[in-house]
């Protein structure tokens, strides 16, 4: 089921604005001010964002043999950094208008003629470095021996780890280890909403490939697999999937395909997916001195294998995921009059509630208590809500929160034990009984 694309396109503002007032996401510490390029996640979003991270772990964990699960610690050894190349490379060059005050990030910038804030020329200070790693302290002692990084990736993690999982597991290449968690960038210039943030999620997979010639097949296979996942969750036209050129390679990298989402100020990357050579498992080789190499006992040989790559951010995905179920609709309500709904057209696995059952009458207890005891058995096999009151105001919420099914309890349940099953999407009703509804509904959440 491929989400079609005459869809309405939301600013960012609309969406921000129901991200807000439904409870998706609020600005981090909003009480103070906020906090700078973070946010946290409401109820809802919470739920948006758990669904995201069960879907990819479904698709790269769950439905293979070959990749195995894996949850390193945010603080490494600061040594780490040094292997991987971000203490010395892992940084941006940032400008400031001399001006507005104003701070840019270079390569974000048309020109640097002019500032694109104030519109004074030639008023920016020289390009300077800045890493993106946050730095803390490991322990009593505030001092260069004790300090550390905040990841910046999830990736090191894993591939420090290489030899203990394989070991452990009994797993040899071709397998992959996968893990999602939690990463830090002092981004420069965050914005966008939750696009760049200081404080975000990846979804990263590391498959190591024997060096065998294979590589290029699984590099192209791992493209295929999240494309197939993009385009069941998203409207196909609004997700591209780019490869670079050679010359736009890193020197190690052999191939490299960025998936991208149109966000309404642009395509924007949601996740890499890279042929990385054996760059990576080498450079801890040569730092720590510790072998890594994978000796085959089948074929009595020893190798440092092929890194593929697939490396998404869950806030972004998550946040083209909301801007892409968002729609405007306009409608002939029940009284034939014209009205206008919001409804986020979400995937059913992706959407924070699956069923709302509603009483029809707040002040009827035996259709309260009933309703109750049918959203308690359906809250067994999924997320529910229990509501009650005006039914086209609580169509509406629901509409807005993207909840595929509502379930109205009324006077007929009472006398036949059935209820009316709205469909979100066509706004069809049908009635069901009340008995059948898990077995009816659970089918379709993974349709
Ligand atoms: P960008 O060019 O947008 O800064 P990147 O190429 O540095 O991103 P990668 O290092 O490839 O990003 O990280 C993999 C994924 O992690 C990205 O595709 C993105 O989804 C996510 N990600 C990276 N930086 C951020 C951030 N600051 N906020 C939210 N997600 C991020």
Same mark, same amino acid.
């Given at each position: 089921?491929?989400p079609?694309?005459?869809?309405?396109?939301?600013?960012?503002?609309?969406?921000? $604005?129901?991200?807000?007032?439904?409870?998706?996401?609020?600005?981090?510490?909003?009480?103070?001010?906020?906090?700078?390029?973070?946010?946290?996640?409401?109820?809802?979003g919470?739920?948006?964002?758990?669904?995201?991270?069960?879907?990819?772990?479904?698709?790269?964990?769950?439905?293979?043999?070959?990749?195995?699960?894996?949850?390193?610690?945010?603080?490494?050894?600061?040594?780490?950094?040094?292997?991987?190349? !971000?203490?010395?490379?892992?940084?941006?060059?940032?400008?400031?208008?001399?001006?507005?005050?104003?701070?840019?990030r270079?390569? !974000?910038?048309?020109?640097?003629?002019?500032?694109?804030?104030c519109?004074?020329?030639?008023?920016?200070?020289?390009?300077?470095?800045?890493?993106?790693?946050?730095?803390?302290?490991?322990?009593?002692?505030?001092?260069?021996?004790s300090?550390?990084?905040?990841?910046?990736?999830?990736?090191?993690?894993?591939?420090?780890?290489?030899?203990?999982?394989?070991?452990?597991a009994?797993?040899?290449?071709?397998?992959?280890?996968?893990?999602?968690?939690?990463?830090?960038?002092?981004?420069?210039?965050?914005?966008?909403?939750?696009?760049r943030?200081?404080?975000?999620?990846?979804?990263?997979?590391?498959?190591?490939v024997?060096?065998d010639?294979?590589?290029?097949?699984?590099?192209?296979a791992?493209?295929?697999?999240?494309?197939?996942?993009?385009?069941?969750?998203?409207?196909?036209?609004?997700?591209?999937?780019?490869?670079?050129?050679?010359?736009?390679?890193?020197?190690? $990298?052999?191939s490299?395909?960025?998936?991208?989402?149109?966000?309404?100020?642009?395509?924007?990357?949601?996740?890499?997916?890279?042929?990385?050579?054996?760059?990576?498992?080498n450079?801890?080789?040569?730092?720590?001195?510790?072998d890594?190499?994978?000796?085959?006992e089948?074929?009595?040989?020893?190798y440092?294998?092929i890194?593929?790559?697939?490396?998404?951010?869950?806030?972004?995905t998550?946040?083209?995921?909301?801007?892409?179920?968002?729609?405007?609709?306009r409608?002939?309500?029940?009284?034939?009059?014209?009205?206008?709904?919001?409804?986020?057209?979400?995937?059913?696995?992706?959407?924070?509630?699956?069923?709302?059952?509603?009483?029809?009458?707040?002040?009827?207890?035996?259709?309260v208590?009933?309703?109750?005891?049918?959203?308690?058995?359906?809250r067994?096999?999924?997320?529910?809500?229990?509501?009650e009151?005006?039914?086209g105001?609580?169509?509406?919420?629901?509409d807005?929160?993207?909840?595929?099914w509502?379930?109205t309890?009324?006077?007929?349940?009472l006398?036949?034990?059935?209820?009316?099953?709205?469909?979100?999407?066509?706004m069809?009703?049908?009635?069901?009984?009340?008995?059948?509804?898990?077995?009816?509904?659970?089918?379709?959440?993974?349709?």
């Open positions: 089921m491929t079609q694309v005459q869809r309405y396109r939301p600013t960012l503002d609309e969406v921000s $604005a129901l991200a807000k007032r439904r409870g998706f996401v609020f600005q981090s510490s909003e009480i103070y001010g906020g906090a700078g390029g973070v946010w946290d996640y409401g109820p809802l919470t739920e948006l964002k758990r669904n995201v991270k069960q879907a990819w772990w479904r698709e790269v964990v769950e439905l293979r043999d070959d990749v195995v699960p894996f949850d390193a610690a945010i603080l490494m050894h600061p040594q780490t950094w040094v292997a991987s190349g !971000h203490a010395a490379t892992f940084h941006d060059k940032m400008v400031d208008c001399k001006v507005c005050k104003h701070r840019f270079a390569d !974000h910038l048309a020109s640097l003629e002019q500032c694109p804030d519109g004074s020329k030639s008023s920016f200070t020289e390009p300077r470095n800045f890493n993106l790693m946050l730095k803390t302290f490991l322990g009593p002692a505030e001092d260069t021996a300090q550390v990084w905040l990841r910046p990736e999830t990736a090191q993690g894993i591939f420090v780890n290489f030899k203990n999982v394989a070991q452990a009994r797993r040899k290449p071709p397998f992959g280890i996968a893990q999602v968690g939690k990463a830090f960038r002092n981004e420069i210039t965050p914005g966008n909403f939750t696009f943030t200081r404080e975000f999620e990846q979804a990263e997979l590391e498959f190591f024997p060096p010639g294979t590589d290029e097949q699984w590099y192209r791992w493209v295929e697999t999240r494309m197939r996942w993009y385009r069941r969750y998203l409207v196909e036209e609004r997700v591209r999937f780019r490869e670079l050129a050679k010359e736009e390679l890193a020197h190690y $990298a052999k490299l395909t960025d998936v991208e989402y149109d966000f309404p100020w642009g395509w924007g990357e949601l996740e890499s997916i890279a042929n990385r050579g054996a760059y990576d498992l450079a801890h080789i040569k730092e720590s001195k510790k890594l190499a994978f000796f085959d089948a074929n009595k040989a020893k440092v294998p890194v593929v790559e697939a490396s998404a951010g869950v806030d972004r998550a946040l083209a995921l909301l801007i892409d179920a968002y729609d405007k609709q409608y002939v309500d029940q009284n034939g009059k014209e009205a206008e709904r919001v409804v986020l057209r979400f995937h059913s696995e992706i959407a924070p509630v699956k069923a709302a059952v509603f009483a029809l009458a707040r002040n009827k207890p035996e259709l208590e009933r309703a109750r005891t049918i959203e308690r058995a359906l067994r096999v999924m997320r529910t809500q229990y509501d009151g005006n039914i105001q609580l169509y509406r919420r629901q807005e929160i993207g909840t595929p509502s379930v309890v009324d006077y007929q349940t006398e036949d034990g059935t209820v009316t099953l709205r469909d979100r999407d066509t069809e009703q049908t009635r069901v009984s009340a008995d059948q509804l898990a077995a009816v509904l659970v089918p379709r959440l993974i349709a």
